[in-house]
């Protein structure tokens, strides 16, 4: 007996560029820039960290050796998701 697919796939995620402000991502064909000013988890994260990056169901980035969960929402919007961490 076989599984039937449950859906389309989609393509990884892509890390393009670092830079010493943040980095670019390719996700489903659209780049986003994650600025480390908004996106502290990855100031002293490791290249290898940053380009271990996997994505769930279409929306959700999740970097497993940095214990990061990010959906694009709060990518586009970061001014939306305050940092709660102190």
């Keep these: 007996m076989r599984s039937a697919n449950t859906g389309i796939g989609t393509s990884n995620p892509e890390v393009l560029n670092l830079s010493p402000h943040g980095f670019w991502l390719m996700v489903n064909g659209v ?3 994650l600025a480390f000013g908004d ?3 990855f100031r002293s994260a490791t290249m ?3 380009f ?3 994505l769930y169901h279409g929306t959700h980035l999740y970097w497993p050796a940095l214990d990061v969960d990010l959906s ?3 990518i586009l919007h970061p001014e939306q998701f305050p940092l ?3």
Excluded: G, R, S, T
Aim: hydrophobic share 50%; charged share 30%.
């Design 48 to 50: 290898e960290q940053i």
């Design 52 to 54: 271990a990056v996997e």
């Design 84 to 86: 709660i961490a102190k």
């Design 39 to 41: 996106f502290p988890w």
């Design 31 to 33: 780049e986003y820039f």
């Design 72 to 74: 694009l929402d709060q």
